[in-house]
């Protein structure tokens, strides 16, 4: 069929730029060590901070979920496809991070893409650090409201914004609580003393938080003991949480406004009895098993080392999203590529997911993994970094 020579011609140029990748099927469950083509490799790609994805507590619920109300919800939550589980769901996640209300979405991209899009109008404006996630891009993009982007954690300059937007009726300061491609977080103090000071509300995303930061993994606000002073909080329920789905933690009115006018929440199918379920046990295991978090950063600390003395970049990382940065996009695929010759898997991750140059190797280790994973890990690194001369 004819009518795509364009979109051809550009995935040529990635062949040619060496950054065209084929996606890698994972033929196990998601764990520290994961099947692919066969083989058994340790995994060092996934989001799965604390292993809930095979939890025994979240496989229970979801299978005596599936057993007791099907496998699916029939419509969406505004028709007949609200289950008194979706709404013990939301009472738990509000309580866990400490916010009047909460509601669900069906990713963390949707959760921001129905927050920013809907509560925002022509006379509001959105103030958006410059490394924010693409959902929270996408979400400026959708709505009427006018944008301002700051340099990244750059207090001055996010001033600067706030100075100078001062006759709009909201204006929104959003950021990641820790960025997904760099680790880094955000000084969120700072981002929440000048908010109060120019009379401007704040909404952190807490995807890569979640599970990881706070007491019992409440996320970055927690752990800056800003409860209470953050207007809306975001997350997902598929990274650390292990299993789908994201939501908006915040007030009664942001959740019965969202009810009404968030387009993915009155357009889309409520989530399934097993994910539904199996959300609701996360948080038990967050609550009763905090060990997970702990192993979780005793791992970041020993792996982050090992790299450091290595010899490799792993720029501002200060969370388990750990980047092995290489420069160019050719060659983060190929550190990526033998690493998994050599039994680890680390993606190559480029351009336009990080900027020109700032090609790298994103590693996440988890709870689940061993100090003998990590060991093999840090060889497979040594040797394929050698060979390629990055180290």
């Known amino acids: 069929m004819s009518g795509f020579a364009h979109l051809e011609a550009e995935l040529n140029q990635l062949r040619e730029k060496g950054t065209f990748r084929q996606l890698l099927e994972v033929e196990s469950e ?19 901070y604390l292993g809930l994805t095979t939890h025994p507590r979240l496989k229970e619920a979801a299978e005596q979920a599936v057993k007791r109300f099907g496998v699916g919800t029939g419509s969406v939550r505004t028709i007949v496809g609200t289950f008194t589980m979706h709404e013990e769901l939301e009472r738990r996640l509000a309580d866990f991070k400490h916010t009047e209300a909460a509601l669900v979405f069906q990713s963390g991209f949707t959760a921001n893409v129905g927050v920013l899009s809907s509560i925002l109008g022509d006379q509001d404006v959105v103030i958006s650090d410059e490394l924010n996630h693409a959902s929270i891009i996408d979400g400026i993009r959708l709505t009427k409201a006018a944008r301002r982007i700051y340099k990244h954690c750059d207090m001055d300059d996010l001033e600067k914004a706030l100075q100078e937007t001062q006759t709009y009726r909201t204006r929104l300061v959003v950021t990641d609580g820790v960025f997904s491609m760099d680790g880094d977080v955000a000084p969120l103090p700072d981002v929440v003393a000048l908010a109060e000071r120019y009379n401007a509300l704040v909404m952190v995303d807490d995807a890569h938080a979640s599970g990881v930061f706070g007491r019992n993994g409440r996320g970055t606000v927690d752990h800056f003991d800003l409860n209470g002073r953050v207007h809306i909080q975001v997350g997902t329920l598929s990274k650390a949480i292990g299993v789908l789905g994201g939501y908006v933690a915040s007030t009664q009115t942001v959740r019965d406004y969202l009810i009404h006018r968030g387009r993915p ?43 450091h003395q290595l010899g490799f970049n792993t720029g501002r990382s200060e969370s388990p999203v750990t980047p092995v940065i290489v420069g160019e996009g050719s060659l983060a695929m190929k550190l990526s590529d ?41 060889a497979a690194f040594e040797k394929v970094g050698k060979e390629l001369q990055i180290i």
């Open 30 to 48: 998601q764990g520290a060590r994961v099947k692919i083509n066969g083989r058994e490799v340790i995994q060092l790609s996934s989001n799965n």
């Open 338 to 378: 033998r690493l998994l010759e050599e039994g680890v898997m680390g993606q190559g991750i480029a351009f336009p997911t990080v900027p020109e140059n700032a090609a790298r190797v994103r590693t996440i280790v988890t709870a689940q993994h061993t100090r003998e994973d990590l060991e093999t890990a840090l």
């Open 265 to 307: 929440f009155l357009f889309s199918t409520s989530h399934p009895p097993a994910v539904t379920a199996a959300c609701i046990a996360a948080i038990d295991v967050l609550l009763e098993e905090p060990e997970l978090i702990d192993k979780l950063w005793e791992n970041t600390r020993f792996f982050k080392e090992g790299l």
